[in-house]
């Protein structure tokens, strides 16, 4: 039985992650900034640099998942330092206490965003081979993927798994566009034509499988479903699957601007990202449309 450890594993991902990990006989350790009485559970500090000893004894992977909430809070100084030093000097404490010790793990995995390719709306098809761009989104994914890359020093496979928005029946983005919906306020953002790359929550936890389990993954690999739709498409279908009619006008985006300041981007901005690389590594999408994805998770 192999090891893996995950760290933000009390997140929403990480929860399903750890669930799919453990049905597949994988034993599955959770590294977590709360400290637990649970035995698979162990504390790290990335403030402090702490991380409690035996965690990383044994361990064959790791699925490195933290990192704050990019959308959680409005991009003020301190908080674009935050969303930095979450990922950066969280993969970092884990470099460095690697480093130091005799046994190292096979792989690891890090999240990443596709974010990487910045906040715009562009006739482009992002893939994997496109730079990180300039903007702020652009300047995290890629000190985040750069402080991952470190590993390979040390003879670990690397793989990156630059992510989409994550569509679950347990929360997150999806709940939050469900309840306005639901009550009848439902509304198209901006001029609705930005695009809304998804990903279902199974089929990004079962690429977090596929990357431990193939060991010709290497990389980085865009984690969206092949379904390209825009934010006006989305939200019809999404009402029509709720059977609530549409009724409000699409809200200006100059709204989110004044509320979120540069956050909006993340609403108002959106591409199309390839899934090619992913699904020519062999990987197969169980919800490969926004109809099969809304199929199982709104009941």
């Known amino acids: 039985m192999e090891t893996i450890l995950i760290t933000g594993g009390t997140g929403l991902i990480g929860k399903r992650l750890t669930q799919i990990l453990e049905k597949k006989g994988y034993s599955v350790r959770i590294l977590s900034s709360r400290h637990s009485t649970n035995k698979s559970s162990f504390y790290w500090n990335i403030d402090t640099q702490e991380i409690e000893e035996g965690c990383l004894t044994s361990i064959d992977h790791i699925i490195h998942l933290a990192g704050a909430n990019i959308g959680e809070k409005r991009w003020t100084k301190k908080q674009r330092q935050l969303l930095i030093d979450s990922r950066v000097r969280s993969t970092s404490l884990l470099f460095n206490t690697i480093k130091n010790q005799s046994h190292k793990p096979l792989t690891f995995v890090s999240a990443s965003a596709i974010g990487i390719y910045g906040a715009v ?88 499988c596929k990357a431990i389990q193939d060991s010709s993954m290497v990389g980085a690999f865009n984690a969206v479903a092949p379904q390209h739709i825009n934010n006006k498409d989305f939200t019809i279908q999404l009402c029509r699957k709720l059977k609530k009619p549409l009724l409000l006008p699409a809200i200006p985006a100059i709204v989110f601007k004044i509320a979120w300041g540069e956050m909006s981007q993340l609403i108002l901005k959106g591409s199309r990202i390839s899934s090619q690389k992913i699904i020519d590594s062999g990987f197969t999408f169980s919800f490969p449309t926004i109809e099969s994805a809304f199929h199982d998770i709104i009941t």
């Open 121 to 208: 709306t562009v006739d482009h098809i992002f893939n994997e081979t496109d730079n990180a761009a300039s903007d702020f989104l652009g300047s995290v994914g890629l000190k985040w993927e750069e402080s991952a890359q470190a590993f390979e020093e040390l003879g670990i496979r690397v793989v990156k798994i630059r992510t989409g928005i994550v569509l679950s029946p347990q929360g997150g983005v999806l709940a939050k566009m469900i309840k306005p919906i639901s009550l009848y306020a439902g509304a198209i953002i901006g001029n609705g034509r930005q695009y809304f790359p998804w990903i279902h929550i199974d089929d990004l936890c079962e690429i977090y």
